[in-house]
T-cell receptor
Framework: DQQVKQNSPSLSVQEGRISILNCDYT??????FLWYKKYPAEGPTFLIS?????DKNEDGRFTVFLNKSAKHLSLHIVPSQPGDSAVYFC?????????????FGKGTKLTVNP | KAGVTQTPRYLIKTRGQQVTLSCSPI?????VSWYQQTPGQGLQFLFE?????QRNKGNFPGRFSGRQFSNSRSEMNVSTLELGDSALYLC???WGLGGVVAKNIQYFGAGTRLSVL
């Protein structure tokens, strides 16, 4: 049972345009959501996060939106740059019993074309 | 500040052998988590250690085990290797004290690429 889903395996956008990556989750106990970026041969790098008590968090060109009623979050990158080309993973966690584990989606490969 | 260090970066083993992977967390971090990444399954949680105790465990067979030392360094062991164990194994460290408000972020190492022949 996949609790975190990224339904688009890949996305291609033009440099300067907006990139929108989507993520859906099924577990209503999740209370914290994160986006990681991964380049080949490197580990995932933390990008941005959002708590369930918020519906938007912004950091420079990156904005994450959370719609709890729809169990949906999205990552907006504006403007997109060629260096943003990477695999983006959505992750969710539920604080339980003093510990956390991240549940990841399968990732979306973003390609930003010059 | 040094990041999460995983050794070795690459490993080739044959079926039936066992393997030990090592992870040194960011200085001051007390929690270490391990993940398996495969092309078909994405990142799958293996287990988490905090202050030398396993605090959380994923749905992997008992062939997968780990431990954490007093300096927070962690090792992961896989016994009786199978072809399906070929994957990228990622270690992540964090402060380890989470909560709804004061969430702690997990920082990943570059991983160990294990190939089982």
């Amino acid at each position: 049972d996949q609790q975190v889903k990224q339904n688009s395996p890949s996305l291609s956008v033009q440099e300067g345009r907006i990139s929108i990556l989507n993520c859906d989750y099924t577990n209503s106990m999740f209370d914290y959501f994160l986006w990681y970026k991964k380049y080949p041969a490197e580990g995932p790098t933390f990008l941005i996060s959002i708590s369930s008590i918020k519906d938007k968090n912004e950091d420079g060109r990156f904005t994450v939106f959370l719609n709890k009623s729809a169990k949906h979050l999205s990552l907006h990158i504006v403007p997109s740059q060629p260096g943003d080309s990477a695999v983006y993973f959505c992750a969710a966690s539920a604080f339980k019993g003093g510990s956390e584990k991240l549940v990841f989606g399968k990732g979306t490969k973003l390609t930003v074309n010059p | 500040k040094a990041g999460v260090t995983q050794t070795p970066r690459y490993l080739i083993k044959t079926r039936g052998q066992q393997v030990t992977l090592s992870c040194s967390p960011i200085s001051g971090h007390r929690s270490v988590s391990w993940y398996q990444q495969t092309p078909g399954q994405g990142l799958q949680f293996l287990f988490e250690y905090f202050s030398e105790t396993q605090r959380n465990k994923g749905n992997f067979p008992g062939r997968f085990s780990g431990r954490q030392f007093s300096n927070s360094r962690s090792e992961m062991n896989v016994s009786t290797l199978e072809l399906g164990d070929s994957a990228l194994y990622l270690c992540a460290s964090s402060w380890g004290l989470g909560g709804v408000v004061a969430k702690n972020i997990q920082y990943f190492g570059a991983g160990t690429r294990l190939s089982v022949l």
